[in-house]
C-alpha cells in the first residue's frame, strides 16, 4: 500500500459461520448472508479487509476455511482478530498459512492500525490486559492511528449486549488517552449500528454479516439489514467510514 494514497478499509465482523453451511443462526443462514455481500465488497475494491472476530460460531476448521475463501477472492491483504465464539488455536494456522496478518501493527495509508485481542476462553465478555495492551506502547506519534477489537470499549445502550461487553476498559481508554493521533476504535461483537464519540475517539461498531439487532434495544430485536459491513477510508490524516450493505 502506497502511504501517499487514500487507503480504502473494509471491516467484516461477526460472520458466525458453522461447521455446518446449513446450521441455523438466529433465524438466519450464515453462509448465505456473507454470500450476499460479495458482490458489494467486490464493487468497493478495498485495499485491506479487516476481519473482527466472530467469524465462526463454533470454532471449527471447516468455518475458517469458507472464511479464508470468501475473503481471498478479493485479491488483497487481509487482517484478522479473534472473538468470544473463535478458537485461536485453529483459526491461527488456517488463516497463517494463507498469508493473513494479526497485527499487532498495519501500516495502511499513512496510518497505523493497532489489532487488539480481548478475547478470552469460555467468557463471552472481553477484556484486555496490560499485554494485551502493549501494542499500544510505542506507536509513531506523528501517524494516526486506528484500532480494532472485538469487544466494544463502551456500552452501546443496549443491555444484551452491553453486559458482555469489554470489562475493565479503563486501561484501555488510559492508553488511548496518551496517543496523540488516536482517531477511532472499531468493534464487532454488538450485531448493531452504533456510532459515539467517547473522549474524542470515534468508537465506531461494525455490524454482524449474519445476523442484526435493531439499534439500542434490551434484547436481540430483528428487523435490521442483513448483512452488513463497515468501510473506512483513510486519508491522511482524516477518515470517512459508513455502512455497507448487500
Ligand atoms: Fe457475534
Ligand atoms: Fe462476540
Known sequence: MNRSMPAKILQVSDCHL???PRADYRGQ???ANLALLTDAVRRRAPDLLMLTGDLSEDGSAESYERIRDWAEQF???????PGNHDERGVMAPIFDAAGFRSGPVIDAGGWQLVLLDSAWPNDPGGELDDQRLAPLDGLDADRPTGIFVHHQPVPVGAA???KVGMRKADGLWARVRRIENARFIAFGHVHQRFRRAHEGIACLACPSTAANSLPATPRFTPGETT???????LDQSKFHTGY???
Open 29 to 31: 443462514n450464515a453462509d
Open 244 to 246: 455497507l450493505a448487500a
Open 227 to 233: 448483512p452488513m459491513a463497515r468501510w473506512f477510508v
Open 18 to 20: 458453522a461447521r455446518d
Open 160 to 162: 444484551w449486549i452491553d
Open 75 to 81: 485479491d488483497c491483504p487481509t487482517a484478522w482478530i
